[in-house]
């Protein structure tokens, strides 16, 4: 599968004079910018030799989100049973109501509230005169409204900052008047450089305004668990991801205690310091309590892989070396049950698949886990790159991507569309800001922030899944009929 040397060696020039090229329509200023941003990958490197979480240049289409994006849509927001009140003007808000499939289970309004949106409506009155009543107020309301939350945590929009309303002392009062945990978060927008800090921000409000809750609980009622306990973090059951997940961790002997954000509650979330071990699977929005799990409950953390099988089956063995033998053995027993399934699916579409490019940019996790089960298919990867990464993920890359990759960080949409049209991949696998972009220029698309609303992708049953979704991308009849730009 891999190419001669001298190959590599002119892919990687030609990748390079490429970049370069690209730049060329930039003034002088912002092409030192962005030309730091760009690589290509040289196989033995440390890290992918880009820069990153730096500010965007002004005017380039940016494909980032906020501060208040990465607590509201990713952190907090699938945590199921309890209220999330996007505190500020309503189009934030707006924006980001039912904007992910967070699956759960649960009545939607009565004890369960993911796909429910709530605000504050800010107005031009509440800048003047500040929005501290007019949020206990909501509270008080939500209360008499929905009595089965289990808590609420209050998600500050831009203008909260800027004009210095107090939601700690709100969330105070709030959490004595209703015994509910009430959680103050200041995610305002114009914080950092991306949706990256939000994530961030986020983290530190759990272990300010949850944990110790969690600690004092522990102590009242000596929660102990068993040697096999174990949390899934940062799995956000996109499409059922986090499901698929914990089919396999249980399978092999763990309990699964905790499980945030994806159908994720408040108890579980305050369980998670009793763990033996916490399973990261987006590093990037989760690491933070992580980290801090380990530096003061002593749990440590393990980042893990269930996209395709071989993946799948060097983390369930890793994760199987934390424990006794017993949950080694049933780990190997695990793999080779599921070994037929996997043939069966290879068997099936490698041939329909085999040597296909694919181009990567996304968010999170993706641009380096999902490289493997595009392999496992017999698909090559031309580039990638993460819209909101830090040098820290670009070194976890280069364990997944091969000599002569081209990376690029916070890639604006030019950029994106001059690399592809260059490289002519036979399939993009980005988010919702690109998919029209590509299919109107006959290019096959995935769109991979939330499986173009399919899935699961994790796990044996979610390959499955991810095999024939990108051979229905690939393989459909529809791009015939319209013929790529250089293919005409």
Not at 66 to 93: E, F, L, N, R, T
Not at 375 to 389: C, R, S, V
Not at 452 to 464: E, K
Request: charged share 25%; hydrophobic share 35%; with cysteine.
């Amino acid at each position: 599968m891999t190419p001669p040397e001298d190959t590599l060696e002119t892919t990687t020039v030609d990748k390079k004079a490429l970049i370069k090229g690209v730049l060329e329509v930039y003034p002088d200023k912002a092409k030192k910018k962005r030309e730091k941003h760009l690589n290509v990958y040289e196989e033995g490197k440390s890290d992918c030799g880009v820069k990153s979480n730096i500010k965007s240049v002004p005017g380039s289409m940016t494909t980032r989100g906020c501060a208040y994006a990465g607590s509201k849509g990713v952190v907090w927001g699938p945590i199921k049973d309890m209220i999330h009140i996007s505190h500020g003007p309503v189009g934030c808000g707006y924006y980001s109501w039912s904007g992910r499939r967070n699956y759960y289970i649960g009545t939607t309004g009565i004890d369960t509230f993911g796909t429910m949106q709530f605000t504050s409506d800010f107005q031009e009155r509440d800048i003047v005169f500040g929005g501290d009543k007019k949020l206990a107020k909501l509270i008080t309301e939500l209360e008499e409204l929905f009595p089965l939350n289990r808590g609420i945590s209050i998600q500050s929009e831009c203008p909260i900052g800027l004009i210095g309303d107090d939601i700690e002392a709100v969330a105070k009062k709030a959490t004595k008047e209703t015994g509910k945990t009430v959680v103050p978060v200041r995610c305002e927008g114009f914080r950092g450089v991306s949706q990256s800090l939000g994530h961030h921000i986020a983290n530190d409000s759990i272990r300010d305004w949850v944990f110790p809750q969690a600690d004092k609980k522990k102590k009242e009622l000596g929660v102990e668990g068993t040697p096999y306990d174990v949390a899934i973090i940062g799995d956000y059951n996109i499409g059922g991801d986090a499901w698929s997940s914990r089919i396999l961790l249980e399978e092999i002997g763990l309990r699964v205690v905790a499980q945030w954000s994806g159908d994720g509650t408040l108890n579980e979330m305050m369980l998670t310091p009793t763990v033996k071990l916490n399973l990261v699977h987006c590093y990037r929005s989760m690491n933070y309590i992580s980290r801090h799990m380990e530096e003061t409950y002593g749990i440590p953390w393990l980042e893990y892989n269930f996209f395709g099988p071989t993946k799948i089956a060097e983390s369930l063995r890793e994760i199987a070396t934390k424990f006794d033998e017993t949950i080694q053995q049933k780990a190997e027993e695990v793999i080779a049950k599921y070994q037929a399934q996997c043939d069966a699916v290879t068997e099936k579409y490698r041939p329909r698949l085999e040597g296909k490019t694919v181009a990567l940019m996304v968010g999170g996790l993706r641009p380096r886990h999902v490289v493997p089960a595009f392999y496992d298919l017999g698909m090559k990867l031309i580039g990638t790159g993460y819209e909101f990464g830090h040098n820290d993920d670009y070194k976890r890359t280069t364990h997944y991507i091969e000599n002569g990759t081209l990376i690029y960080d916070d890639v604006s949409a030019f950029e994106f569309e001059q690399f592809v049209k260059e490289l002519k991949p036979d399939l993009i696998a980005s988010g919702i800001k690109e998919k029209y972009v590509f299919q109107k220029m006959a290019l096959p698309f995935r769109q991979m922030h939330s499986w173009d609303y399919s899935g699961p992708y994790h796990g044996y049953d979610g390959f499955a899944i991810f095999a024939r979704d990108m051979d229905l991308a690939l393989n459909s009849p529809t791009w015939s009929l319209i013929g790529t730009p250089w293919k005409k």
